[in-house]
């Protein structure tokens, strides 16, 4: 009776193919995380911009803007929360978005990724302001505070 002979990878191919694998990555994984963080702030704009659509809807509906609280945009979310939900989560009546990344200045090529904005009220408008630590330009080279 004839022996059949069990095929296999060899220990060489095996190497061979993980070092392939290791090097396209490589490549592969800075973008994916610039990818990553770009959607984190795209996520922010577009809460900021859905803020701004429910803050000018109530004041269409009831002929003047919700109330505003110094210390705690809490109340202002409570009255919008009939146009945006309810899924802030406050910090000691703050409202923290999570950031991609930022930039020192527009052009810049460094980027520091990860922070977070605050979304703050002044004369009844919506608007951004990093936190310490955080540089003043999201990714697509845009002034927070001027979103």
Do not use: H
């Not at 505003?68 to 146009?83: H, M, S």
């Not at 527009?106 to 608007?127: H, L, P, T």
């Amino acid at each position: 009776m004839k022996e059949k002979k069990i095929r296999g990878f060899s220990v060489i191919e095996i190497v061979l193919v993980l070092g392939v694998i290791g090097i396209l990555s490589s490549f592969i994984a800075p973008k994916v995380r610039d990818y990553l963080a770009m959607a984190k702030d795209s996520k922010v704009i577009n809460t900021l911009q859905s803020l701004r659509l429910a803050n000018e809807t109530y004041y269409l509906e009831n002929g003047s803007y919700p109330e505003v609280e110094v210390d705690d945009i809490g109340v202002t979310l409570n009255a919008l929360e009939k146009y945006v939900g309810d899924n802030f989560k406050l910090e000691e009546g703050k409202l923290y978005l999570d950031i991609g990344g930022s930039r020192e200045t527009a052009d810049s090529k460094e980027i520091k990724y990860g922070g977070k904005v605050q979304v703050e009220m002044e004369n009844n408008e919506f608007r951004l302001t990093p936190e310490e630590g955080v540089f003043d330009y999201n990714l697509r080279g845009d002034e927070w505070s001027k979103l």
